[in-house]
């Protein structure tokens, strides 16, 4: 039976999400669950994820799933987060049909990253999850850097390059706001992610926001279709994983066979 699983962790202390060989010793999200989660079920487990997040990236929404022979009675959330480690909390347990794939089934993830841009910095008590910048950003500006970037594109520019992964992609939102903190705060969703792309939108939004760079360099980089010196990835702590978008049932077989196809700009 496969099992769908809505998962939420803090990223701090661990070396991505993507299980590594034994013998180096990185702690990942990935290899603590499929540890806890293969005693609880009496079986080895391989758990598939939306979105294999960096080293330090959190979330709130990750969702993945696993094929198990049985489900043994008495493990539901409750049952596994006392297994768990403190910084990993399953959410949500389901059966669904064979069709779901958290990862290739997804029509969207939609991320948040958080910047403080006050001189006296954050507050102490979220500084593992906001960027202290300490230079005042606009906004507007960001915002209207943003509309370059909405779309399908080739977001290599953004990208750290996989061989053979393609880097094209459809943004389907970018945008900042502050919250009730004052914190600058951009929400970011596509239909995938490429390698660091997240953070070196941030990198790009960030010189504009300060004045430094005019509202169309962004889509410059873009346009131009190589790196950007100017271009910094930002730090990974305050990326948050918020949610991953399916659709409904009955297109999942197709969702999966549109996704698994390699993609090209027309």
Not at 88 to 97: N, T
Not at 115 to 141: E, K, M, Q, T, Y
């Amino acid at each position: 039976m496969r099992l769908r699983l809505g998962i939420a962790y803090d990223g701090r202390d661990f070396h991505g999400w993507a299980a590594q060989p034994s013998a180096t010793g990185l702690r990942t999200v990935q290899g603590e669950m499929q540890r806890v989660l293969g005693h609880l079920f009496g079986e080895p487990v391989q758990i598939q994820c939306a979105g294999r997040t960096d080293a330090g990236v959190h979330a709130r929404g990750q969702v993945a799933h696993m094929d198990v022979a049985s489900w043994p009675n008495g493990v539901d959330a409750g049952r596994i987060n006392r297994a768990m480690p403190d910084d990993i909390r399953v959410i949500a347990i389901e059966q669904v049909s064979p069709e779901f794939d958290a990862r290739f089934g997804a029509i969207w993830r939609r991320y948040t990253y958080r910047v403080n841009d006050d001189p006296r910095g954050p507050d102490p008590l979220h500084r593992h999850l906001i960027l202290a910048h300490h230079r005042p950003v606009d906004l507007g500006a960001m915002n209207a850097a943003a509309q370059a970037l909405l779309g399908e594109h080739d977001f290599a520019p953004f990208c750290k390059q996989r061989e053979f992964a393609t880097t094209i992609r459809t943004l389907q939102r970018l945008d900042w706001h502050r919250d009730e903190a004052g914190t600058a705060v951009m929400t970011v969703q596509a239909d995938a992610f490429c390698h660091s792309m997240v953070r070196s939108l941030v990198g790009a939004m960030l010189p504009v926001g300060e004045g430094r760079r005019p509202v169309g360099w962004p889509g410059e980089v873009l346009a131009q279709g190589g790196k950007d010196s100017g271009v910094t990835v930002m730090p990974a702590f305050p990326l948050v994983l918020e949610e991953v978008g399916y659709p409904p049932e009955e297109q999942w077989a197709a969702r999966q066979q549109e996704t698994r196809s390699l993609r090209t700009l027309d």
